[in-house]
């Protein structure tokens, strides 16, 4: 891959983790606010647990993904970004535009999904 295309997609992986760093911030933040000093019903104390679920729930998509990125950026540094981590073979770029921070070309991620769907049912 080119060098402008490899810091074209570090700046966008860049821009991605420091959204990413900022989100977890606020959602961890926000379900701290949640006090229960003050819940005094029943409705109250399954309305503040279940915003402090959500808040977590949240805060995990984004840490996979966070978790991701930072593993896209370190690919750039040692070479390998691009290369799809079942077959090896060079992830579309079209792919990688839509997700910079991508681990498999699109035949592999249908096939890890269709084994995960198999594995799930």
Known sequence: MKKERLAYFKK???EKQHQLIQELGRSSLYGK??????????????????????FFELGNGDRRLLRDV?????????G??????????P??????DALPFARYCIS???LIEEEERSTAG
């Open 12 to 14: 966008r992986l860049l």
């Open 33 to 54: 606010d949640q006090q229960d000093d003050s819940i005094k019903d029943l409705g109250d104390q399954a309305n503040t647990a279940y915003t402090r679920e959500f």
């Open 70 to 78: 930072r593993l896209a950026l370190q690919k750039i540094e040692d």
């Open 80 to 89: 390998s970004f691009g290369d799809c981590e079942r077959c090896g073979e």
């Open 91 to 96: 992830i579309a770029e079209k792919r990688l």
């Open 108 to 110: 592999c991620q249908r």
